[in-house]
């Protein structure tokens, strides 16, 4: 992750009542049955409500302000059926002066929501960054210690769940705390602002005072490249998340799903459905929830594709689309997933070019004309065409005689 209605089955219940019955699935939304009705005609919301899974995205708060770009707004309402804000829910964000809330571009998000019969999902409440300047400039001087440094994660949690208590469905409680092989120490370990500070302790304590805030509310472990298993060794970074949260269930720690972001690139080759789901799998049977939280498929801008060859871009997209397809094929062999959100839709407001220093784009499902590309239709295709109405089982064939 970079700076970047319908009514769930149980949800009356406890979120961990929720997560020990595994009834997590959030009810069909009214529509017209899509077997009568041509799948290209439908969005991806109307196509996910069959299975009911949530189709979410990122959303940019000025672009869904901008007056002048209604379309941006048009297809975040009728496109999706979650969303996610792509950074005003972040501290540096909420609370820029300590002590101050910022609380409105994200109340905008949830009132949006609200009125377009949309679920939320709040991001985030513990990264390494996107932190405030008083906050880590304080830690770096001596003027926060790393005692008061627990106390302040703790209250700023518990008001941030607190204030929008009941209007969260699922909560990216900590994001991104372990490493990665190419890391130094290459053995996968907790990394970053927080373990360094307070040890890997802060995670599950990040989980207890989220839910002591807020008892309904799904709360997941985000992180990326833990599409797939690897070889279980110390440098697989799936099996570590695996036995962390393995852990976690074990303890009594109040964790409900895990997130696997999703941000893939065309240049290191493609996932295949089969593997993406046996990791869901792995996950599931531990009786937690999953999600894909941030899908995008990024490919390198070489001379040829700025230049708009055909024959350099439509490899790409083909790539991108078998990427975004076999996350979602995943998720759909799997009832515990309960949505797949893209990070963000359209390649106008990807941050993928500034991340990259223009190196890489072509990320999203949508060009920056808003015209959809394969990755689109392709997931439309994924949605329509799985399991009943559309597929029936063979009807065996007499031999002739």
């Known amino acids: ?218 709360l997941f472990y985000n992180d990326y490249n833990i599409e797939a298993f690897g070889d279980g060794s110390a440098t697989d970074k799936t099996a570590f998340v695996y036995e962390m949260v393995k852990q976690f269930r074990a303890d009594g720690v109040p964790i409900d799903g895990v997130g696997s972001q999703g941000h893939l690139g065309t240049q290191y080759g493609n996932y295949d459905a089969l593997q993406v789901s046996a990791a869901l799998k792995r996950f599931t049977d531990l009786k937690l929830a999953t999600a894909f939280t941030e899908v995008d498929v990024r490919s390198e801008l070489t001379d040829a594709v700025v230049d708009g060859s055909s024959s350099e871009i439509n490899p790409r997209l083909q790539a991108s689309a078998a990427n975004y397809s076999a996350l979602l094929q995943a998720c759909l062999s799997n009832r515990h997933c309960l949505s797949f959100t893209v990070w963000g839709f359209t390649d106008k407001y990807s941050w993928i070019p500034n991340w990259s220093d223009g190196q890489e784009g072509l990320a999203n499902i949508y060009d920056e004309d808003y015209q959809p590309k394969r990755a689109y239709n392709t997931m439309r295709a994924d949605l329509a065409f799985s399991g009943a109405p559309y597929v029936q089982p063979r009807i065996p064939q007499r031999p002739r005689r």
């Open 1 to 218: 992750m970079k700076p970047k209605q319908l009514i769930a089955i149980g949800a009356i219940a406890t979120a961990a009542t929720i997560t020990a019955t595994l009834v997590l699935s959030p009810a069909a939304e009214s529509h017209k049955s899509v077997a009568t009705v041509d799948p290209a005609s439908q969005t991806l919301r109307q196509l996910g409500a069959r299975h009911g899974l949530y189709l979410g995205t990122a959303v940019d708060m000025a672009a869904l302000a901008d007056a002048d770009d209604p379309q941006y707004r048009d297809i975040v309402a009728s496109e999706f059926s979650t969303v996610t804000a792509e950074n005003v829910m972040k501290w540096e964000t909420l609370e820029p002066t300590r002590g101050t809330y910022n609380w409105g571009p994200a109340d905008e998000l949830v009132d949006f929501a609200r009125a377009n019969r949309q679920r939320v999902r709040g991001h985030v409440l513990v990264w390494q960054n996107q932190l405030p300047g008083w906050l880590t400039e304080g830690v770096a001087d001596g003027t926060i210690t790393n005692d008061e440094l627990r106390d302040l994660l703790k209250k700023h949690i518990t008001d941030v769940v607190s204030h929008f208590k009941g209007k969260i469905w699922q909560w990216d409680v900590v994001n991104e705390a372990v490493s990665d092989p190419w890391d130094t120490p290459s053995t996968i370990h907790y990394k970053g602002f927080w373990a360094e500070h307070l040890g890997s302790e802060y995670v599950a304590d990040a989980f207890r005072w989220a839910r002591d805030a807020d008892r309904n509310a799904l």
